[in-house]
């Protein structure tokens, strides 16, 4: 069973950085897709990052030149360093590991922005 755990989540000022980290489970992170997606309250969720087995990286518009997603396949862990916050960054914000066996979700951390 493969499972991803966020953290790393919390309250910041406009304009401050914040860290979330993912652990997945298993022996399947090195082949996988990785990927952090938000949901705001009264809004769909919406794709963050990405980041591939291969280390190729997707970025929203709205996040690009302010968050940086990476990996450490020794740790099993994937990273969303998160710059210069808005309040419109405030959201719930969901890991996601994919390969060919698997499409699992995280239970999700919550970011809060203040202006």
């Known amino acids: 069973q493969v499972q991803v755990v966020e953290s790393g989540g919390g309250l910041a000022q406009a304009g401050g950085s914040l860290t979330l980290s993912c652990a997945a489970s298993?022996?399947?992170?090195?082949?996988?897709?990785m990927g952090w997606y938000r949901q705001a309250p009264g809004k769909q969720r919406e794709l963050v990052a990405t980041i591939t087995s291969g280390r190729t990286t997707n970025y929203a518009d709205s996040v690009k030149g302010r968050f940086t997603i990476s990996r450490d396949n020794a740790k099993n862990t994937v990273y969303l360093q998160m710059n210069s916050l808005k309040p419109d960054d405030t959201a719930v914000y969901y890991c996601?590991?994919?390969?060919?066996?698997?499409?699992?979700w995280g239970q999700g951390t919550q970011v809060t922005v203040s202006s």
């Open positions: 996601r590991l994919t390969n060919s066996l698997y499409d699992v």
């Open positions: 298993g022996n399947w992170f090195s082949i996988s897709k």
